[in-house]
C-alpha cells in the first residue's frame, strides 16, 4: 500500500543512512521500526500492572518536628542528619533516613 508521511528531516536522513549501511530499502527499515514499537507497546499492556507494596509493619506516625508541609525544615532536618555524622552522609542519604524513621 502506498502512503505520504511527513518526518523531521534528520530522522529521514538517519533512517535512509541506516538502510543504505544495511543495505536495505527505506521502506524496509520503517516497516521494521513501526512493527517493533507497536509490539513493544503490546507487550508493555499485556505485562503485569504494577503493584504497590504497603507495610504492614506498626505505624509510629511522624517523628516529633517533622513538618511535611514545610520543605525548608525538612531541608534542614536531612542536613542536621548528615552533619550529626560527621558528615559523611550527603544530604539526599541523611534525608531518606530521615523519612523512613517517619514512616
Sequence with gaps: MRTTIRLDEHLLAEA???AARHNASLNSVMEEALRQMLT???EQRASAPFRFQVHQGEAR???PGVDLDNNAALLDLMTDA???DGGAADAEAAGEAALCETV
Design 16 to 18: 535512509k543512512a541506516y
Design 40 to 42: 513493544s507497546v503490546q
Design 61 to 63: 506516625g511522624l517523628e
Design 82 to 84: 548528615g552533619a550529626e
